[in-house]
């Protein structure tokens, strides 16, 4: 079978782009199964196990693993679902838990809410990855991994405060957060222009970025509820020294946060790394809670981000398809996918398995109220725009709130008008 010979020419799945990774056995009744999964999602040695074992479980499939670049892999994959029989055509895809409503448009994507409900445990998945999988009222996407956002501490600074815990309210950590902020130290490092932080501020207060009614969307940070998230975010933003008019990656906060006078930023556990490779002196020094929400013991509302596994319409192996599907998202491979790559599981239930790493077991804690953005096709128009960031830098150099909002949400309505470009 060509697909099957074609990949035996990759020298390793994880280093070369659209390279397989397969079984050695490649007898001719094996039936075989091409599954694209992005570079950086998993571990070769963990690709390696998975392929083993699968292909012990299902005797007649042959297991092609192909690693592909995110860059440009928007119009590869919209390719792909419209092919006919083409070499190396995709059975499964990993994608954006974000960008499932996009691939689902047009009817390209297999509907998996029965094998959802019924097989797959529908009920347990973090919603986060959960509710932009499902479109039209039908499940495309289902939940693989989850990463979100914490609080990476200065253990040392917080002893020096005085503070013996992480806090666990709101209100607890704009006390905690100005008690830091002082002897040239800043508080917290929080850009401006960090509108996923913003996201879990408004969700808190119960407000959105947008909303639907009667199929249309419209911009919604005009609402009362996501005015409180912004005042909230105006408030803590100004217990540091962060760029008024920048995000997070301008100066990629890792770099300020090492240099040694931010007790606080917001980011994903695994930026620590980065921090202690630029400042080895921080060894044992950082710490992980997560954000807080308006109430002790319910963590605030983050955006999840992640990906979700989706089956094209166009597949020729339909039944093979499901069956990796079901491999990966089950309790034994998604533990282990976790466990290897420092993830958050798919399901809530299975929050424990990651329980012993401090910063992966804060982020569980927070994904069981992750959110993502508003489940519409034209959303990636709005991030290109991101009017959102306009907003908050209008607002946080002395604009008024409800007026830069209206505006803001204005141009969302726009950008989410389906006739529109």
Request: glycine share 12%; aromatic share 8%; proline share 5%.
């Amino acid at each position: 079978m060509r697909r099957r010979l074609l990949a035996l020419v990759c020298v390793s799945a994880s280093l070369l782009s659209g390279c397989g990774l397969t079984s050695s056995d490649s007898g001719s009744e094996r039936r075989p199964v091409t599954v694209w999964l992005m570079k950086g999602s998993a571990s070769e040695d963990f690709l390696k196990r998975f392929t083993k074992d699968f292909e012990r479980e299902h005797p007649d499939l042959d297991l092609d693993i192909r690693i592909q670049e995110w860059t440009g892999i928007g119009e590869k994959v919209q390719a792909a679902m419209r092919s006919d029989g083409a070499d190396g055509q995709p059975d499964v895809i990993e994608v954006g838990n974000t960008q499932v409503p996009q691939y689902a448009e047009g009817g390209r994507l297999e509907d998996l809410t029965l094998e959802s409900m019924r097989d797959w445990g529908i009920r347990d998945w973090l919603p986060g990855l959960a509710e932009p999988g499902e479109y039209m009222s039908q499940q495309f996407g289902i939940p693989w991994y989850a990463a979100n956002r914490v609080v990476i501490y200065r253990k040392d600074l917080f002893e020096q405060a005085g503070i013996t815990a992480p806090p666990r309210t709101r209100e607890e950590w704009l006390t905690v957060t100005e008690k830091l902020d002082s002897g040239g130290d800043q508080g917290i490092y929080l850009a401006g222009q960090d509108w996923y932080t913003l996201s879990g501020f408004i969700w808190d207060e119960g407000g959105e970025l947008a909303e639907q009614e009667g199929g249309t969307w419209t911009g919604a940070l005009d609402s009362q509820a996501a005015l409180r998230g912004m005042d909230f975010y105006r408030e803590l933003q100004a217990l540091g020294d962060g760029p008024l008019d920048a995000d997070e990656e301008h100066p990629p906060q890792a770099g300020v946060f090492a240099k040694g006078q931010v007790a606080q930023i917001v980011a994903v556990p695994g930026l620590a790394q980065s921090i202690v490779r630029e400042n080895p002196g921080l060894k044992g020094e950082l710490g992980f809670f997560p954000v807080p929400g308006k109430k002790a013991g319910k963590p605030g509302a983050v955006f999840i981000g992640g990906s979700d596994l989706v089956v094209p319409k166009n597949t020729d192996e339909r039944d093979g398809a499901l069956a990796v599907v079901e491999a990966l998202v089950g309790t034994k491979w998604n533990t282990d996918l976790a466990r290897t790559m420092n993830y958050v599981p798919n399901k809530k239930s299975l929050a424990k398995a990651v329980a012993g790493e401090e910063g992966v077991a804060a982020m569980a804690a927070g994904a069981a109220q992750g959110r993502a953005t508003p489940g519409t096709p034209r959303w990636g128009a709005v991030e290109a725009d991101n009017p959102i960031k306009a907003y908050m830098t209008k607002v946080l150099t002395g604009g008024d709130a409800e007026s830069e909002a209206r505006k803001a949400s204005d141009r969302i309505t726009e950008l989410l008008d389906l006739d529109g470009g």
